[in-house]
């Protein structure tokens, strides 16, 4: 049964900007996650529901308008968890309408902490590691459109984007 998550992908050049950066930090996941935004964490689906999936996905990108999203500066969630993050600054409720249609029926999903839309740029590192990542970053920013939402799915390890989903249809 595939793994998959659905996103907000963080364009060119800011994606591999902080991707390599991440990777800088220590952060061996760098080299398998692309830059994005969270809107639907790591699920298993099975292939028959895949299909079902494809259409939510589709109606759901389809209600939403394209939006500005500012990232700016960094953030973190320790000490409840390992995580440096760059802040989404503009864009907040527009990612929490998509994220929550995206775990509606048929994709009903619970979450282990409440939404927060961000872009994880360290995580599970020591306190150095995490530091640095925080304080590197802490003047990071970045704007751009968003026009799409991506599903990934999960390939060795890596996650690829499978299809993307135009917002506004």
């Known amino acids: 049964m595939p793994t998959i998550g659905v ?8 994606g591999s900007f ?11 996941q ?17 292939d028959e529901e895949y299909a ?15 939006f500005t999203m500012t990232l700016r500066g960094t953030g973190t969630f320790r000490p409840t ?5 760059v802040q989404v600054s503009r864009g907040i409720p527009d990612c929490e309408g998509i994220e929550h249609d995206v775990r509606r029926p048929p994709l009903t ?8 839309p961000h ?5 599970n590192l020591d306190d150095d590691g995490l530091d640095r990542a925080y304080e590197d970053l802490a003047d990071f920013t970045a704007s751009f459109e968003v026009t ?10 890596s996650w690829c984007t499978r299809e993307s989903f135009p917002l506004g249809g």
């Open 7 to 14: 996103a907000v992908t963080v364009p060119e050049p800011h």
């Open 18 to 28: 902080l991707r390599e950066r991440r990777s800088s930090f220590g952060d061996r």
């Open 30 to 46: 760098a080299e398998g996650i692309p830059s994005h935004v969270t809107l639907l964490p790591p699920t298993v689906v099975d």
């Open 52 to 66: 079902v999936l494809l259409s939510h996905l589709r109606a759901v990108a389809a209600a939403h308008r394209p």
């Open 81 to 85: 968890s390992p995580v440096v993050f």
């Open 109 to 116: 999903r619970a979450l282990d902490f409440p939404y927060h």
């Open 119 to 123: 872009v994880t740029v360290a995580q």
């Open 148 to 157: 799409a939402i991506d599903l990934y799915d999960e390939r060795d390890g």
